[in-house]
DNA sequence: TCCTGCTCATGACATCTGTCATGCGGCTCT
DNA sequence: AGAGCCGCATGACAGATGTCATGAGCAGGA
């Protein structure tokens, strides 16, 4: 009989991370050896655990799940990384792949699919939900540049361009230039609009 | 010996979901005997499963877990309610309570809390976060009419004030209007800082 | 080298937003 | 009955926002 997989289980909410760790705790094969609740501290971990694969939630602070996955993927490339989330933006699902990520979950998902994912990706397989690959690839890239990511990303609170063009060392005419080509990029109407689809795109 | 507690989960992640259940399913006291991934399914399996407590995920279709609580306190006042979620608005937790909620859990307090709380509100106890109950009520309850919340929620995907207008059957003055004086009242510059805070009240 | 794309900027313009004063009718509480 | 709040409306105004034309400097690719 081999020994057990083991996993690195990093999740900010604790009741969903000592649930999930629960969960696998009922596979034989599977064992979790580590827990963090942030995504800077996942390099860490892996390291003083010896793990086999890490699962990761992308909402994390810290940092993402996804940075952390690209991070791991650098240092520790045998380590499998399963990137977890509770939504499921195609442009998640292609972020955690460029960050070397083997699956792609979304929680709502059965639980079933977890420990069995762990074992696909440890056999070398890649797992992703077909709808959301599907998705990823029917919407194309991120069209929209650095620039106007950040200040889309910056606007998303309601800051006014005034606020954004001190606290980005740019004119307002500036910012409003670049709200302006990332509205029409997006085609929609103001800066509230693109703020919600770029978010759903996973885009921001 | 007594029986077990029977526990009825509503979380709409099935991950999460099945994740929770399994962690309650290590307590040899507690059982989880019904499922669900929708508010609206909460009363039917409340009512088919004769639980003693329903843990209830605010955020869900079909209806939020706490008009979930609200239904299931009117229709079947013994089964005790225990509320989660993954935010702790204080606005939520005033909600929750006026629901006839008998506990509120964030999920991002340790798993242990779960079944300790279950145990809790059957024995008649109430289990709720000091701390958010601090600010639940520093904050004081939610100043916005249900005009004004409901235009400003219509407001939240970035609808232009001819949209709000048509959609809610109001003058674009009117719209402007309530707008206004929903920003007044939330102290900030404009709409889309209105809906950031509203929504981290939990008033929206 | 030329072309293209990104960053940053300005000015002008039309439209959208937020504010304010004011008004009316309805409801509730005292 | 009167006071007070709410819902709804209008009109006028200032300021914020979105668009467009235009141009500079700087990179990288053909």
Redesign the pocket.
């Known amino acids: 009989m081999s020994s057990t997989i083991k996993v690195l289980l990093a999740e900010d909410q604790s009741m969903v991370r000592e649930a999930l760790a629960a969960l696998l705790g009922l596979e034989d094969d599977i064992e979790v050896v580590a827990q963090v609740a942030r995504g800077d501290e996942v390099l860490a971990a892996a390291r003083a655990n010896d793990v086999d694969v890490a699962l990761l939630d992308i909402e994390m602070p810290g940092c993402t799940g996804i940075e952390a996955a690209a991070q791991l993927h650098k240092a520790l490339p045998a380590v499998r990384l399963v990137v977890l989330t509770t939504f499921g933006r195609p442009g998640y699902l292609r972020s955690a792949m460029e960050a070397g990520a083997d699956a792609f979950l979304v929680k709502d998902a059965p639980a079933a699919q977890l420990a069995e994912a762990v074992r696909k990706v440890l056999a070398g397989e890649r797992v992703i939900d077909p709808t959301l690959a599907a998705a990823a690839l029917a919407e194309g890239a991120n069209?929209?540049?650095?620039?106007?990511?950040?200040?889309l990303r910056a606007?998303a609170d309601?800051?006014?361009?005034?606020?954004?063009?001190t606290a980005?060392?740019?004119?307002?005419?500036?910012?409003?230039?670049?709200?302006?080509?990332?509205?029409?990029k997006l085609a929609?109407?103001?800066?509230?609009?693109?703020v919600r689809i770029a978010r759903e795109k996973g885009w921001l």
Chains 1, 2 share one sequence.
């Open positions: 069209p929209l540049t650095d620039r106007e990511r950040e200040v606007a309601g800051s006014t361009n005034a606020e954004l063009a980005l060392h740019l004119s307002q005419g500036t910012v409003r230039n670049y709200l302006s080509t990332a509205i029409q929609v109407r103001n800066r509230a609009e693109a």
